[in-house]
């Protein structure tokens, strides 16, 4: 199935030429009405985006989160946290979508497609698609955590579950799905990483597009050990 060699670090690095499409994979996505896609960091990886906690790369393995991205964080510090916002808002700036992008919204132009993300960039908007949530927030959007009036960031501080009513409409859609794309997670996170086991408990197909192993592969029906921009477009265009 997959169509790559081990890199430096033990991460595959994809082989140049056309990425085949697994036929199991492939014939799923074409009988699928409704897709939900649950995204995290990997998606934006080939958009520059550095991911949070691949070896040597991530931002986890080169920043320390608990001084940058939690409640605690926010209340010692605030110019800090402020900083560090502003900084990786900047580098998404500079960014833009990748085809994996592009093509998950093509897609969502022919059939029902929800894209419920981890990540704080726009970039899924920025290539077309419509975003059902953020499950952690948005660097482009500043309301207050308490009443919502538009002064802080609204980004989920690390650690601190999202609003309840955040949580009912990824739920839901994962139970509506007949096809979950799980793409770019390590799956570490919770109460996201739950969310593919939904929707296989509710009989909904779900396959993990990742170039590595995580913790939810073992817990899927398909692995395509692939990246983001490589893999999406070439099943868009298969279908
Ligand atoms: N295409 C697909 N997947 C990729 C790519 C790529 N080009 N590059 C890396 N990946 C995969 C990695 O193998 C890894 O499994 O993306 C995953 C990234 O995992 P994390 O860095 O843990 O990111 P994520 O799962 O989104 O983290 C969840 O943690 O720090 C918090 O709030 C932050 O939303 C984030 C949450």
Redesign the pocket.
């Known amino acids: 199935m997959t169509s790559n060699v081990a890199g430096a670090h033990g991460?595959q690095a994809p082989v140049p030429g056309p990425v085949p499409v697994p036929e199991e994979i492939l014939a799923v996505a074409r009988a699928a009405r409704r897709v939900v896609v649950l995204?995290?960091?990997?998606?934006s990886?080939?958009s520059g985006v550095?991911?949070?906690?691949?070896a040597h790369t991530?931002?986890?393995e080169r920043f320390d989160?608990d001084a940058l991205?939690t409640r605690d964080a926010w209340e010692e510090d605030p110019e800090l946290v402020w900083g560090w916002h502003w900084w990786l808002a900047r580098l998404v700036r500079r960014t833009g979508p990748h085809p994996?992008h592009l093509a998950l919204a093509d897609w969502g132009r022919r059939v029902s497609l929800d894209v419920v993300?981890?990540?704080?960039d726009d970039l899924h908007e920025r290539a077309g698609s419509e975003v059902l949530a953020h499950?952690?927030?948005n660097l482009f959007g500043f309301s207050c955590h308490d009443c919502g009036a538009p002064h802080e960031l609204t980004?989920?501080p690390?650690g601190e579950d999202e609003q309840v009513p955040a949580r009912i409409a990824p739920v839901d859609a994962m139970l509506a799905a007949d096809l979950c794309l799980v793409?770019?997670?390590?799956?570490?996170?919770q109460p996201?990483?739950s969310l593919p086991d939904i929707a296989r408990g509710h009989g909904v197909t779900v396959v993990e597009?990742?170039?590595?192993?995580?913790v939810l592969s073992w817990g899927v029906d398909h692995i395509w050990r692939?990246?983001?921009?490589?893999?999406l477009p070439a099943l868009v265009a298969a279908l």
């Open positions: 991460e995204s995290g960091a990997g998606m990886d080939e550095p991911t949070f906690r691949d991530g931002l986890w989160a991205v994996g993300t981890q990540n704080v499950l952690h927030g980004v989920e690390l793409v770019g997670t390590s799956g570490i996170v996201a990483g597009i990742n170039p590595n192993d995580t692939e990246t983001a921009g490589r893999a």
